[in-house]
């Protein structure tokens, strides 16, 4: 099973998100773009795991006690740069509490033996994919990529957009089951936050 731990967002937020999808999406016609009901902030990628390791982390996540907390999606960006970008995101603002969360997955998972993560957690929203690797880190084949370039020159003419602002009550333990027209993602478990 192919899992991840992450975020829902809320459906007005993700309404406004599909309405900015919709009138930008034919402008990188060769990405490939996310589907807005697919749409989630993630924690922490798992992988690969059989099956019966499912209790077992949804045990070591169920002794996470954190606070809600209040996430506001903002603006856009291009992972690794504007100049090779391979992943069009929105920005995500949630203060210390957002990182922290990520943090204490990244800790209880490595319990498990799920290796942590190697660089800071960046909150972002990938809207699109436009190069081999979706990978946010620079690597060594990178070059100019052009099929982000007629966006980016569309979006550089309008102010930054605002998607407005959620309360995050709960996170997930999702399954991601790949397929020719796109992942399907199943909530596994939620736990609550406080």
Do not use: C
């Not at 967002?9 to 993700?14: A, G, N, P, S």
Request: no cysteine; glycine share 8%.
């Amino acid at each position: 099973m192919r899992l991840f731990v992450a975020l829902d967002i809320d459906d007005v937020i993700r309404s406004r998100i599909a309405r900015f999808l919709d009138g930008v999406r034919e402008f990188a016609p060769d990405a490939r773009w996310a589907r807005s009901e697919s749409l989630h902030v993630t924690l922490k990628f798992i992988g690969e795991k059989p099956g019966e390791d499912v209790d077992k982390i949804r045990h070591a996540l169920e002794t996470i006690a954190a606070e809600s907390f209040a996430m506001n999606f903002r603006g856009y960006g291009f992972f690794p740069t504007a100049r090779s970008p391979r992943v069009f995101w929105i920005g995500i603002e949630g203060g210390l509490a957002l990182p922290a969360l990520a943090s204490i997955v990244d800790d209880r998972l490595a319990s498990l033996d799920i290796p942590k993560e190697e660089y800071a957690f960046t909150p972002h929203l990938t809207l699109a994919r436009g190069g081999s690797s979706g990978s946010p880190r620079s690597q060594k084949a990178d070059r100019p990529n052009r099929k982000f370039q007629h966006l980016q020159e569309k979006l550089s003419a309008f102010p930054p957009p605002e998607f407005g602002t959620m309360t995050v009550r709960e996170f997930f333990l999702y399954q991601s089951q790949l397929s020719a027209g796109g992942s399907k993602y199943t909530k596994l478990a939620e736990f609550a936050l406080r």
